[in-house]
């Protein structure tokens, strides 16, 4: 398996009074949260399937947090062969599940 993308996107901050069960950080660390989204992806080695790794997580200073709102997910994608077609694959498949993310999330979340 080849990684063909990893990326990683900040969506926003998160509203400090969130209704969610975050374990253990303080009310006041809260203000300071982040949302984000990750992507990884990797081509099989005759580059015929894409194996795509989505993300969605709450990172406040170095902790990182689960969140309650977006189920984490592998897609399988037969891909032409090309590099180029898994790549632009991956990319897209990356800025969709921020579409998603965006529009799954309780709006109080991010401001």
Excluded at 32 to 46: C, G, I, K, Y
């Amino acid at each position: 398996m080849t990684t063909i993308l990893d990326q990683e996107s900040e969506l926003g901050h998160c509203e400090p009074d969130i209704e969610a069960d975050l374990g253990d950080v303080p009310e006041w660390d809260l203000a300071n949260a982040l949302l984000f989204v990750h992507t990884r992806a990797d081509l099989n080695s005759h580059g015929s399937m894409l194996k795509i790794e989505q993300h969605c997580f709450i990172r406040v200073g170095t902790q990182v947090l689960e969140q309650p709102w977006v189920q984490s997910r592998i897609l399988l994608e037969p891909t032409g062969g090309s590099n180029k077609e898994a790549e632009q694959l991956a990319a897209q498949a990356h800025q969709q599940f921020i579409a998603e993310v965006k529009n799954l999330v309780p709006t109080l979340v991010l401001n």
